[in-house]
């Protein structure tokens, strides 16, 4: 069984501009979840959807993040206009249930020049 | 005060020794705990979860003190393998979603 997939796996862009990420869920799992992790820092909490809905995205840092799960598969994570503090790592998980075990993808490794 | 607190460490131990790690929380309603483990330049997986009677597998035991709000990690029997960042991790009841420690790093040599 395909685990939680991220694409890409690392883009380097310049300040300004747009950058898409994509999280492919295991299968079945109605919960799925964006974190980040800045360089020295912990893993911060972005958003949580379960199916299509955003259950909570308390974690989103501004209006420059957009992310969407339309028909409840795979999301994407949009950050527009991109600024040289969103460098990181965005880690997607997928769980079956709330608090329940949290599956991660590689992460897409973000990079703003 | 952070949601979540480890010691960043690094914790540095020969190959057989015994290693605990400690996490604090804040939030007296958190519910559920786990122990996650995350390899260089790797994704987190989760290594255990924490139960209120505490529980062991293998060398890893965890425990849970609601009271004094920490939960802990003891390794037994170090080996290399065991190398890497032990992350906290827990949730609440109101949001359910995941809050994670910053991580211990433990590095077991030979």
């Known amino acids: 069984e395909a685990g939680v997939t991220q694409f890409p796996s690392h883009s380097v862009i310049e300040k300004g501009q747009t950058v898409t990420l994509r999280c492919d869920p295991i299968?079945?799992?109605?919960?799925l979840y964006w974190y980040r992790r800045v360089m020295g820092k912990e893993i911060k909490f972005l958003l949580h959807?379960?199916?299509?809905?955003?259950?909570?995205e308390s974690g989103m840092p501004n209006n420059r993040f957009l992310a969407e799960r339309t028909g409840g598969t795979y999301s994407t994570l949009k950050v527009q206009p991109a600024e040289l503090e969103d460098s990181g790592v965005y880690f997607c998980?997928?769980?079956?249930?709330?608090?329940?075990?949290?599956?991660f993808g590689e992460g897409s490794r973000l990079t703003v020049l | 005060r952070k949601e979540v607190e480890q010691d960043p460490g690094p914790f540095n131990v020969p190959e057989g020794a015994t290693v605990a790690f400690n996490c604090t929380y804040s939030n007296s309603a958190s519910q559920s705990f786990f122990w996650y483990r995350q390899d260089c330049r790797k994704e987190p997986k989760l290594l255990m979860s924490v139960y209120s009677s505490g529980n062991e597998d293998g060398r890893f035991t965890a425990q849970l003190n609601r009271a004094s709000q920490y939960i802990s990690l003891l390794i037994r029997d170090s080996k290399l393998s065991d190398s890497a960042t032990y992350l906290c991790v827990l949730s609440t009841s109101r949001d359910n979603d995941m809050r994670f420690g910053a991580g211990t790093r433990l590095t077991v040599k030979p």
């Open positions: 299968s079945g799992h109605d919960n």
């Open positions: 959807f379960v199916k299509e809905s955003k259950q909570d």
């Open positions: 998980a997928s769980s079956q249930r709330v608090a329940g075990e949290l599956f």
